[in-house]
């Protein structure tokens, strides 16, 4: 019903069109649970328990399967139960940011659908990390939450006031004390002054900044992660990863956030340059993704959440054999529709069976390739 009903009807629409009404519809799915019972009408099984050797323990929290949500779906904290319900095994709540923000103007998101792909610029529109935190309460999820948080988006915050910014979100967070894990994104390109915080002195600064907040901290962090692009050179990478392993506090890494990269596109030059500014994501990724994984993981051990074209379940063991433990997807989601992720844990299943591996790791992925 997706593919023959409900995509082509949400692509007749703008993507910011179909991206509002898509959320809108989704948080009130998640306020009425007896929505839920609709699922199977868009390929949502009613029973899904997905084979234990997909499962992983990493950072002490345990994972049922691989596929994560990616930040940026659910900025609100208002989707969890109804994500829960698609199957996915863990989801990325934000980015959030001290201040709120309305984000860039429209129009700020574009599909190209020949690649597969999206551009955005949404310019981490939230109400806030406070706020955001206020709308997880309402709900207990059986599956881990990160956190993610960014720097607002106002070009006027720089240098020391944005390491402020970050410090008074995950001050916020650690004291709320509910995150399984904290995403720091360093890497979004879509803020106004278009600056992150890859720049390994400027990330230097940051975490040095970060420590304080780190040992004030009522309870003990969870895992920190850092978010990073794939639009990074290998020698910058590795500076990064070195800094990182610095911080006890910083045991993962997220790669990759959307790039800024327009090469090697299908769509027409002259259409692509029209959109503007803004982070690709979706299929036009996938190799960079990977890439920056398998670079990644040469030089660190912590575990690795690869991210940026995981539509199905080659996606996703293609991720793990280059170093991922975990895979989120985003634009997946949107092109695949809301069954995907069932899907994409049935023919892993299949694999695993066919091919008699009985446990799915960056180790084994390759196997079932």
Same mark, same amino acid.
Request: aromatic share 6%; glycine share 8%; proline share 6%.
């Given at each position: 019903m ?7 009807l949400?692509?007749?629409?703008s ?7 898509t ?8 306020r ?8 199977p009408? #868009? ?19 345990h994972?049922?399967?691989p ?13 969890v ?17 001290a ?25 981490l ?9 206020r709308h ?5 999820p ?10 607002t ?9 944005g !390491? ?8 916020? #967070?650690?004291?709320w004390?509910k995150?399984?894990?904290?995403t720091?994104?360093?890497s979004c390109p879509n ?11 400027s ?8 420590d304080t907040?780190i ?9 920190i ?6 639009d990074?050179?290998k020698?910058?990478l590795?500076?990064?990863?070195? !800094?990182?392993?610095k ?5 993962g ?8 990269r327009?090469?090697g ?7 692509v340059?029209?959109?503007?500014k803004?982070g ?5 990724i996938?190799g ?15 575990p ?6 995981v ?10 054999q280059?170093?991922?433990?975990? #895979? ?7 092109y695949?529709?809301p069954?995907v992720?069932q899907?994409? #844990? ?6 695993m ?6 446990t799915?790791?960056p ?7």
């Amino acid at each position: 019903m997706y593919n023959a009903l409900l995509r082509p009807l949400l692509f007749s629409l703008s993507s910011d069109q179909a991206h509002e009404l898509t959320i809108h519809a989704a948080a009130w799915s998640a306020r009425n649970r007896w929505s839920h019972s609709l699922l199977p009408f #868009v390929g949502v099984k009613r029973r899904f328990q997905p084979l234990s050797g997909l499962s992983t323990t990493l950072w002490g929290i345990h994972f049922h399967h691989p596929v994560g949500l990616a930040a940026g779906f659910d900025k609100e904290g208002e989707l969890v139960p109804l994500m829960q319900r698609l199957g996915f095994s863990h989801l990325d709540i934000g980015s959030m940011t001290a201040k709120p923000s309305n984000g860039n103007p429209l129009p700020r998101s574009f599909r190209l659908k020949r690649d597969a792909s999206l551009i955005n610029r949404m310019g981490l529109n939230n109400s806030g990390t406070s706020s955001v935190l206020r709308h997880l309460d309402a709900f207990k999820p059986s599956i881990p939450r990160s956190v993610n948080i960014a720097k607002t988006h106002d070009p006027t915050i720089l240098g020391e006031e944005g !390491i402020q910014d970050y410090a008074q979100s995950l001050s916020e #967070v650690l004291t709320w004390g509910k995150a399984d894990l904290i995403t720091l994104n360093v890497s979004c390109p879509n803020t106004a002054e278009g600056k992150t915080f890859e720049n390994p002195d400027s990330l230097s600064a940051l975490l040095s900044g970060l420590d304080t907040t780190i040992k004030e901290s009522p309870t003990a962090p969870p895992p920190i992660l850092l978010k990073l692009s794939c639009d990074l050179e290998k020698t910058v990478l590795t500076e990064i990863t070195q !800094i990182a392993h610095k911080k006890a506090w910083i045991q993962g890494f997220v790669m990759s956030n959307t790039s800024t990269r327009r090469d090697g596109l299908i769509e027409p030059t002259d259409r692509v340059s029209a959109m503007g500014k803004g982070g690709l994501s979706g299929k036009a990724i996938a190799g960079w993704s990977t890439q920056s994984i398998e670079w990644l993981a040469s030089s660190t051990s912590h575990p690795i959440i690869g991210v940026g074209g995981v539509f199905n379940a080659r996606d996703v063991l293609e991720k793990m054999q280059a170093g991922a433990s975990l #895979v989120q997807m985003y634009t997946g989601l949107v092109y695949e529709g809301p069954g995907v992720v069932q899907r994409i #844990v049935s023919d892993l299943t299949s694999l695993m069976q066919q091919k008699g591996v009985e446990t799915l790791s960056p180790q084994t992925a390759g196997l079932l390739l």
